[in-house]
């Protein structure tokens, strides 16, 4: 059978996409610090590792937002178009970039779960959630906070508002000894 253009152009693709690595799925098999793991990623059907793979994080130079990782996790490996050493050891224009869509070059962004394991989400504007069922809810009305047990660790705590608490108004509750002050009695729920 006779080849044409397109016949022998899509060879010449499928041996650079053979070599050129661009993102593949995997899963965490070691946590070495909170910036570097090991994974198993998957090409072709076969299983492979790649060691020491930066950590991509929700992160700028004013907040973050820490998903803590273990092995076993999923996600994704990225690899760049060229070195990126340099950038990584803090230098990103010090040094020549010598590779391009090299193994050596990939980072791990958390969070690409197969179908079989993805959560059911709670709904909100930004939700934060554990397996055990630890909710941090924040909608466009307000935050709600779902735990067995809530601390908070603070110098002060300004409550604004009409706060209830366990049934009773804060701000406006009398006591059981008919006190509103010291001496002090249990709070009387209204």
């Known amino acids: 059978m006779e080849k044409n253009c397109n016949d022998s152009l899509n060879k010449i693709f499928e041996g650079i996409s053979g070599v ?26 076969t299983a492979d590792m790649i060691y020491n793979v930066p950590v991509k994080h929700i992160q700028t130079q004013n907040a973050y937002v820490f998903l803590g990782i273990t092995p076993g996790d999923y996600g994704t490996i990225r690899f760049f178009d060229s070195d990126i050493e340099n950038y990584y050891l803090g230098n990103p224009v010090t040094a020549p970039e010598v590779r391009k869509h090299d193994i050596n ?67 406006e509750h ?15 729920r209204e």
């Open 20 to 45: 050129t690595y661009v993102e593949k799925p995997c899963k965490v098999v070691n946590v070495n610090s909170q910036y570097s793991v090991d994974v198993e990623y998957y090409d072709n059907g």
């Open 174 to 188: 009398t006591h059981s000894n008919g006190n509103n002050g010291s001496p002090t009695g249990g709070v009387i």
């Open 105 to 171: 070059d990939g980072v791990f962004s958390v969070g690409f779960y197969p179908k079989t394991e993805q959560y059911e989400f709670v709904q909100g504007d930004l939700v934060i959630g554990t397996p055990a069922g630890v909710v941090i809810n924040i909608t466009g009305t307000g935050v709600t906070i779902t735990g067995e047990e809530i601390t908070l660790n603070a110098n002060t705590i300004n409550i604004d508002g009409n706060t209830i608490i366990e049934g009773g108004k804060f701000l």
